[in-house]
């Protein structure tokens, strides 16, 4: 079929496409813990992101350091899939411009996102992008740097749609300890674990709102953490939760042992991912035009739901028919 068109062509033209990105990211801070991070990205293969945190791994007054040592990991053969992002300070902390230069100049060019920790307001979202851009320019770094922004405030709660909406972002989080913490005890701790962080109201409002605010943008909705660190049945629980009930596509871990439950619970059915290729596969032989399967009518309206969900497959290591090899 020489004249075939490739499913993003003829199913999206010009538009942004939503990101297909790991429903998996892993926090590191240490150079040891980025290092083993790596080797086992290196054996799952890319099926998770990892994020280099300049926030609570850099130790007080050694920020630079730390940050230097962040760039010397992206740009080593370890980081062979360059699935690997950065979190820099919060904008309240005198380091977060800092950090940007240095990351930012010295692995702008691979990088694979930025994550903004604790905004108070979009102003101060705005405000960081702003001088990524900057600093991106001037080192004649000419792609987007995808943006990662936390939800972990009051202020950033209430301009979770005007976050969203900014420039160069990719993925809005839910940062439920800090979350929490900020309610001065109106919310109790057992809302930091299950089943009280998926029952509390106040909790599952700011959830909801998050997912909301990401998806209405066209960025992904990524959940909190697992404090239960070696509970592979509650991380899995957890995870499943959050994608069903929440709409989460998306979700950290903070202990290798989370990364296998939150990409095995994240992903799609293997019967429906079945089904989509099949699909697919008819209407890139009808030219995209209107088909029937198994006696239901199917449109372009439905090839871009199936054609996202097939690559969210993808992205998780599912094997895909042979037959759609030539869609990656």
Known sequence: MADRIHPRAALFGGERPFPIIPSCEHFAGSEKLIGKAFELQATLGPIFDITMDCEDGAPAGR????????????????NRHRAAGVRIHDPAHPAWRQDVDIVVRGAGDRIAYITIPKP?????????????????????????????????????????????????MQVLDFGLMDFVSGHHGAIPSSAMKSPGQFEHKLVARAKAEVVAAALAAGVVPAHNVTLDLKNEAQTSA???????????????????????????????????????????????????????????????????????????????????????????
């Open 238 to 328: 957890d995870a499943r939760r959050a994608r069903e009930e929440f709409g989460f596509l998306r979700m950290w871990s903070i202990y290798p042992a989370q990364i296998k439950p939150i990409v095995a619970a994240m992903a799609p059915d293997f019967s429906e991912v079945t089904r989509a290729c099949e699909i697919l596969l008819a209407a890139e032989a009808a030219s995209w035009g209107p088909i029937q399967h198994a006696g239901d009518l199917h449109d372009r309206a439905t090839y871009r739901y199936f054609w996202e969900l097939v690559q969210r497959a993808k992205v998780t290591g599912a094997a895909l028919p042979a037959e759609t090899s030539h869609w990656f």
């Open 63 to 78: 920020e630079r350091a730390h940050a230097e040592m962040v760039v010397e990991m992206q740009k080593s053969a370890a």
């Open 120 to 168: 108070t307001a979009v102003a101060q979202v705005r405000e960081v992008i702003g001088y990524i851009q900057e600093v991106a320019k001037a080192a004649d770094i000419t792609r987007e740097i995808p943006i990662h922004v936390l939800v972990e405030t009051h202020g950033a709660l209430k301009d979770a749609f005007a976050i969203a909406a900014l420039p160069w």
